[in-house]
């Protein structure tokens, strides 16, 4: 190496938790899934149930996070957090995964601009409502960056945010971009209310519980 030449660490990421599971949401619900959850996140849902990943955890070089992933044997890969995003080698992981010819998705809040994500990823976005606190958060640019493969995700824990969310998804034309989910917040919205609405309205969204709780409650990394 010649004099004077600079030497850069290998990528790494700070993780909260990588683990073998069902897939609970999505339309990937029920799959045999590895979870890469990062550590950190922006935004401070009131009803967020992921909160531990808000710090600590590991410092990890994508390698050996590779490395991991590739022990569990599993090609369904679902990139979470937090908000992946924070972290700006995630860029890095989504590629090195997709290179590796592993199906991606990527959970996002929707707060971080989704412009330079590998358009290989699966990409499963929120759209905050009133009830989550971060309603001002909502960055609706990225729509423009979503592709039917994409999904768009509301996380409901009241009456009054689905009205909102169904405003949102006429004015928006959201259906016409890709899949729209609808999921109650656990203890805050009745699930079969929920589905009452959905049905009544006629909405064309994908009504969806959070399956890994059915399976497990909160019981972590699972």
Same mark, same amino acid.
């Given at each position: ?41 922006? &935004?401070?849902?009131?009803? $967020? =149930?992921? %909160? /531990?990943?808000? !710090?600590?955890?590991? +410092?990890?070089?994508? @390698? ?28 890095? &992981?989504?590629?090195?995964? $997709? =290179?590796? %010819? /592993?199906?991606? !998705?990527?959970?996002? +809040?929707?707060?971080? @601009? ?28 990225? &729509? ?79």
């Amino acid at each position: 190496m010649p004099d004077g030449a600079q030497t850069f660490p290998p990528a790494a990421l700070r993780i909260s938790e990588i683990f073998h599971s069902i897939q609970g949401e999505s339309a990937r619900a029920g799959l045999p899934t590895v979870f890469i959850r990062l550590t950190g996140c922006p &935004l401070r849902c009131v009803w $967020c =149930d992921t %909160a /531990y990943a808000f !710090s600590g955890g590991d +410092s990890i070089p994508l @390698d050996e996070v590779l490395e991991r992933v590739a022990g569990f044997g599993c090609r369904t890969i679902c990139v979470t957090g937090g908000e992946p995003l924070a972290q700006k080698n995630c860029l890095a &992981l989504l590629n090195a995964l $997709c =290179d590796a %010819a /592993y199906d991606v !998705s990527l959970e996002t +809040s929707g707060a971080i @601009d989704l412009i330079n994500v590998d358009r290989r990823v699966s990409k499963i976005m929120d759209i905050k409502a009133p009830d989550s606190g971060e309603l001002g958060n909502n960055l609706w640019t990225n &729509l423009d960056y979503l592709t039917p493969r994409d999904e768009i995700k509301f996380v409901l824990a009241s009456g009054s945010d689905y009205a909102w969310a169904k405003e949102a998804l006429a004015q928006r034309k959201l259906t016409g971009i890709c899949s729209v989910l609808f999921s109650p917040v656990q203890g805050k919205l009745d699930p079969a209310e929920l589905a009452g609405w959905i049905l009544q309205d006629r909405l064309q969204v994908r009504f969806q519980l959070q399956l890994h709780k059915l399976l497990w409650g909160s019981e972590r990394g699972r």
